[in-house]
């Protein structure tokens, strides 16, 4: 009898414990792809930085671009949970709200938050897919996703919006595509310091422009201006 209840919690505690270590397997390679790059990062450096045997990281992720692609799923989503990004609060959010511009401004900002944690990695990324035939799979994979993201907003935004004589879908869901490319996050606020601030202003009226027509009397906010910020970096 006692037996049975000391070994019941064995499999939860088991559980937790697989899926902390994975946890800190992906935390260490994401730091160490964006660090140093997928070339010059190993899975043995991975295993190091993660406090576990090489054996162990590829039992609980898989190898050098699993690692890579692992990395990226949960900076794009922020944890390890199988839920798929269009059914994340934030995304639904935005699919139930009925002001096309304030969804376009929720949306800018949910872009905002994820490039905030995936700039560095996504880098990293774009550079290992010119040099590694099975990541470029992943990476044209991640665009053609990204791509179909897009266009559902188009229609999401179309669907609210009255009197909508925008882009063509195809052409409106192509700029779309461009305007969430995670490398602009990294230009204008990594390489360029604007704040999070400003660059989430700047993409809601930029896609604002592009999808939706002009409101009459409605002038749009200069790049950096808000309450209490300065021109400049804006940091």
Known sequence: ????????????????????????????????FTEHGYLETSVQLIADAAGVSRATVFNSVGGKAALLRAAYDVATVGDDEPVPLPQRPELLAIRAEP??????????????????????????????????????GMWEQIQAERLSGARGFVQIIAAKAANHSRPPADVAGDLIWVLIDTSLYHRLVIERGWSQQRFRNWLADTIEAQLLPAQTGRTRQQVGDSPGQSHGKGK
């Open 1 to 32: 009898m006692n037996s049975d209840v000391n070994a019941a919690p064995a499999f939860p505690l088991r559980s937790a414990k697989a899926a902390a270590t994975r946890a800190a397997i992906i935390a260490a390679a994401g730091r160490l």
């Open 99 to 136: 002001d096309p511009r304030r969804a376009i401004q929720m949306y800018a900002a949910a872009a905002t938050n994820i490039g905030s944690r995936l700039a560095g990695i996504y880098e990293a990324f774009r550079s290992a897919a010119g040099v590694d035939p099975e990541v470029r």
